[in-house]
């Protein structure tokens, strides 16, 4: 690159006739994701999980309710392939059933409180005063409410049908607050960036260069964020789930599954091991989505490039 | 022809010769393990020099040449894993190799150095007194406490730091940049070493406090009968200070010397190059600055021969075939040898110590030497394109720019919950300008005082807290929010850092582009536009794909220009745009910046604290102090009859890279550090620091003190504030 370098008699730019075009950021992010082998797995893992998760239930012929009463807490048979639980239901069929909402829950609260965290640290970083104080002050106060004990309370009136989507936007409602901490101190410092204030001195609107400088600058932050909350999500789910308050039956989530299998992880593993190995593969997945994602966004870390 | 060269100098230093040499490095390599597989990085090879005691040697090199990396490397303070070969010996004695616990004994108080950031180097959490008093006692731990306080007070007494017995108690963080770097060389001298090593030790500081710190080193040197080496890529600095210099490049020597031989007869087409580059205080002498084209070698894979060959403008087919040695000028092999030994060869010649003879790694050293040439000579001399000012009187050029009775006040706040207002920072107060289309007005004056915050006020394109600002005629406190917005495509600003002004997760496409987009050009256009801009600034069209990490600092400084020039601006504000670069980038930037203002008309808002680019690039200057202009006027009135004392202190403090101008200078030296801008003097700001002010009568200086003087015109296109300005003849 050092050829071309400091030319001082440059080129008017009549010169060049033939304009190339215009590249393209989006095309490259995506080539670029792509071509790392870990986001390919990931993506494929994930993919699996999701058809395990539709299927799952339809492979084994039993119901997600249902119980086999001449089966209770028995290992893998060729009727039960996974086997039974305490109470004779079968632990694919529940785990897969379980996994096909554990996913949505984790996916969706990782996205909302990623996205809440992102957008309310940035706007009371980057636009102070007012702004500023009205943010951190609503963070501040989410962050003393006894979340756990509003989630119970609240969790009464949402119970049935769909009530897994309200518990969603709840355990995203009261995680987002450190992230935006995060975010707002990083904010302050990008800010005095001089690249930020070139924006500005152009005429760059406060949201966009919000949108276009500061939030792409702290990728790998929200990034990171963002593959740890799909695990903390479907984790907390599950403490709810223990207590009876998260998701309920006849709905069920891996949450369920796990708290029901845990005491028996070392007396009959079988009830334990398939639902928990499939939260980690989930979690892994997204991990490695997530390192690809912060790869391919960030500048630094590809040396070979055209 | 080079042999009365090699006798005069070798006269010259022939008592530096005689005596046995304090510190001697020979063929020092230093060679950092490649990370993960990565290829080893060469940052030093070959470096030999010696410096007897008193002797001050200058190491100049710009950066990444691995001047700093062989004096760390002398120190022994490079991390372990680094290879290093050679010889290093201290009073004949070999240091390198040492273990750290033998070289701890001797660091500090046989070699001691002073790092070049001052805000670093002390410890936060302990007294400065403590600091300097532990330096004293590490070497003696046996002496009693008292002494070492005693000395430390002492130390800082010596140093000039007033009030000693008080600041002894005072944290680092109480002390400006200046006083710290003093106290740092105090604890430099606190042993009486034999040798100091200084790692630039001004490039964090201002010039007049630049100029204190030279002062003191000069008094350590004295005091202490010290070798001192000094490594800088100020060739300023080292021109009035070294006895000798030794030129660095891509971690080889490439020119050593006498002072007087390397600045006057240099023989290393680098050494010509770099001297040519730098812009001068006394114009006459210099025509367009000659940048060195492209950029110093990988130091992971150094090329074959000659590293330098790849930039120089009369590099020979033989000087890729094999590196040469730093020979006396005039005996390097003749190119035939060379062909006839073939690549690869190990470069020949002896590589002792060195004294005080000439010596060039340059093939052609000789021929160079025969001929005379010079800088011009050898390099292609850009052809900038002359303005056509003088063809319309500036009064009748319309105004592109107006600041009026500016002012900026920053309220200082003190408490957590309750905040209650506790002073007001003076940051601007009070200044007036304008500039006119077509011309360069530089602002300039020591860091604090204003000159940015003047900047930040005008792009604000906002109401000023007092007085107005209107651009292209325009008063920006009466704009809405969409005249503001139109206004800002004519107001562009080009920052300092080149590190921070571009996004680094942005194309250099997106970065060009964006201003236009935001002022919604059709993306055809942009296209289109982009790819012109890069060619005017001097970079080709495959660069747009890439991110700013992949480009050094001249060219991400040349990106930053060509955004600021996208929305075709009348006006460009330019932030210290060439501080940041090493001297013979700068002279490219520098160039490129006055062709610009050619081709395209624009006007230019220069904010430096360099005074020779001011001198080279701007029309008009105003110098600021403490949120006021003192002096503005047009540049070479300014520069050649300076009527603020201040302004006269400013410029006799800039060194000249020329030895024997500047060892016949007599600087001016302010004393002390600027007052705060929260608590300006009464009457002339400047009056606490002002040699003028010493020599005054009483009721005159009562003057000073109670009327602070308002900017009077002396006479022509030169208006200075100062009750005793010297009156020009017959106005």
Not at chain 1, 9 to 36: C, F, K, N, W, Y
Not at chain 1, 51 to 70: C, H, M, N
Not at chain 2, 335 to 359: K, L, Y
């Amino acid at each position: 690159m050092s050829t071309t370098s400091t030319t001082e008699e440059s080129t008017a730019p009549a010169q060049a006739p033939a304009v190339p075009r215009a590249p393209s950021r989006t095309g490259d992010i995506t080539r670029r994701l792509l071509g790392t082998r870990r986001v390919l797995v990931g993506l494929a893992l994930l993919l699996l999980l999701t058809a395990l998760a539709l299927a799952g239930p339809l492979l084994t012929g039993w119901g997600v309710g249902e119980r086999d009463f001449s089966a209770m807490l028995e290992g893998p048979s060729p009727e039960h392939w996974m086997g039974t639980n305490r109470t004779g239901q079968d632990i694919l069929t529940q785990t897969t059933a379980g996994l096909r909402r554990s996913l949505l829950i984790g996916l969706l609260v990782a996205l909302l409180s990623t996205g809440a965290a992102a957008v309310v640290g940035a706007f009371a970083g980057y636009l102070g005063g007012v702004t500023d104080r009205a943010l951190t002050w609503i963070a501040d106060l989410a962050l003393v409410l006894p979340g756990f004990v509003i989630l119970a309370i609240l969790s009464e009136h949402f119970a049935g049908r769909g009530g897994w989507l309200v518990l969603v936007v709840l355990l995203a409602a009261f995680s987002w607050m450190v992230t935006s901490k995060m975010v707002r101190g990083l904010t302050v410092s990008l800010r005095e960036r001089e690249y930020v204030q070139a924006a500005r001195f152009m005429g760059v609107p406060p949201h966009r260069i919000i949108l276009r400088h500061v939030l792409p600058n702290m990728s790998s932050l929200l990034i990171a964020d963002a593959t740890i909350m799909v695990s903390t999500a479907v984790i907390g789910e599950t403490a709810l789930s223990y207590f009876g308050l998260g998701v309920r039956s006849p709905d069920i989530s891996l949450g369920v599954v796990i708290a029901d299998g845990a005491p028996f992880a070392t007396t009959a593993p079988w009830v334990f091991a398939l639902p928990t190995a499939l939260l980690i593969v989930m979690v892994l997945a997204v991990n490695m989505v997530g390192d690809g994602l912060r790869d391919a966004l960030d500048p630094h870390s590809t040396s070979h490039r055209s | 022809m080079s042999t009365d060269t090699a006798e005069t100098t070798g006269a010259a230093h022939a008592d530096s010769t005689g005596r046995p040499p304090v510190l001697e490095v020979t063929d020092l390599a230093v060679t950092f393990p490649g990370r993960r597989g990565g290829p080893d990085v060469h940052a030093v090879r070959g470096v030999g020099y010696t410096v007897g005691r008193g002797e001050v040697l200058g190491i100049v090199g710009e950066s990444g040449s691995g001047k700093s990396v062989s004096s760390m490397a002398a120190m022994g303070l490079l991390p372990e894993h680094t290879r290093i070969t050679g010889s290093v010996r201290l009073h004949g004695e070999e240091i390198l190799g040492l273990d750290d616990r033998a070289m701890a004994r001797k660091r500090g108080r046989v070699i001691s150095m002073v790092f070049q950031d001052p805000l670093s180097g002390l410890t936060p959490v302990y007294t400065v007194g403590d600091q300097l008093a532990e330096a004293v006692l590490v070497h003696d731990p046996t002496a009693p406490k008292a002494g070492a306080r005693a000395r430390a007070v002492e130390l800082l007494e010596l140093v000039g730091i007033p009030n000693a017995e008080q600041r002894y108690r005072s944290f680092p963080h109480e002390f400006s940049g200046g006083m710290r770097q003093r106290v740092m060389i105090a604890m430099a001298m606190a042993n009486r070493p034999d040798v100091i090593i200084c790692d630039e030790p001004t490039t964090a500081l201002d010039v007049t406090i630049q100029a204190q710190i030279l002062d003191l080193l000069r008094t350590a040197r004295r005091e202490t009968g010290a070798a001192i080496v000094l490594i800088t890529h100020d060739l300023g600095v080292v021109a009035g200070f070294a006895d000798r210099v030794l030129v660095m490049y891509a971690g080889r020597p490439v020119e050593t010397g006498g002072v007087d031989d390397v600045y006057h007869r240099s023989r290393m087409p680098y050494t010509m190059g770099l001297l040519g580059a730098v812009p001068r205080m006394d114009p006459e002498h210099q025509g367009a600055l000659v940048p060195i084209e492209g950029t110093p070698p990988s130091l992971s894979a150094p090329p074959p021969g000659c590293p330098f060959a790849p930039r120089c403008p009369i590099a020979l087919p033989e000087c890729d075939m094999v590196e040469p040695g730093l020979l006396a000028v005039g005996s390097q092999p003749r190119r035939e040898e060379i062909r006839a030994r073939g690549a690869g060869a190990a470069p020949s010649g002896v590589r002792d110590g060195g004294t005080g003879t000439q010596r060039a790694a340059c093939i052609r050293s000789g021929e160079i030497a025969e001929q005379g040439w010079t800088a011009q000579d050898i390099y292609p001399v850009p052809d900038i394109p002359e303005r056509s000012l003088s063809a319309v009187r500036r009064e009748d050029r319309p105004e592109v720019l107006r600041v009026t009775d500016l002012v900026k006040h920053h309220p200082l706040m003190r408490g957590a919950v309750l905040k209650r207002r506790v002073g007001t920072v003076y940051a601007v107060d009070g200044i007036d300008f304008d500039i006119r289309e077509g011309e360069t007005l530089a602002l300039v004056g020591e860091s604090g005082c204003g000159k940015s915050s003047t900047l930040m006020e005008i792009m604000e394109l906002g109401r000023p807290q007092r007085g107005s600002v209107s651009v292209m005629g325009r008063d920006t406190a009466v704009l809405g929010r969409a005249g503001r917005f139109r206004l800002r495509r004519d107001v562009q600003i080009v920052f300092q850092d080149p590190m921070s002004s571009l996004d680094p997760r942005m194309t250099v496409f997106d970065i060009i582009a964006e201003p236009l987009r935001t002022h919604g050009a059709p993306p055809a256009d942009v296209t289109r536009r982009v790819y012109g801009l890069l060619g005017l600034v001097g970079l080709g069209t495959e660069h747009a794909t890439r991110f700013p990490a992949e480009f050094s600092g001249g060219q991400r400084q040349r990106i930053g220009i060509a955004r600021a020039l996208a929305p075709e601006p009348g006006l460009l504000v330019l932030d210290e745009p060439v501080s940041a670069l090493d001297v013979s980038v700068q002279a490219g930037v520098v160039n490129l910046l006055k062709g610009l203002q050619a081709r395209l008309g624009l006007s230019y808002l220069f904010v430096s604290h360099d005074l020779s680019v001011v001198r080279y690039i701007a029309d008009r200057v105003a110098v600021m102090y403490l949120g006021r202009i003192v002096e503005i006027g047009d540049t070479a009135s300014v520069h050649a009859r300076p009527a603020h004392p201040y302004t006269r202190a400013l410029l006799s403090a800039v060194p000249i890279p020329d030895p024997e101008r500047e060892r016949a200078r007599t600087h001016v030296v302010l004393e002390g550090d600027p007052p705060s801008p929260a608590d300006p003097p009464s009457g002339c700001r400047f009056r606490t620091r002002c040699q003028k002010f010493a020599t005054l009568s009483e009721p005159d200086r009562e003057r000073c003190v109670s009327t602070e003087p308002r900017v009077e015109p002396t006479g022509g296109d030169h208006a200075v504030a100062c009750h005793f300005a010297r009156r020009r003849a017959g106005s």
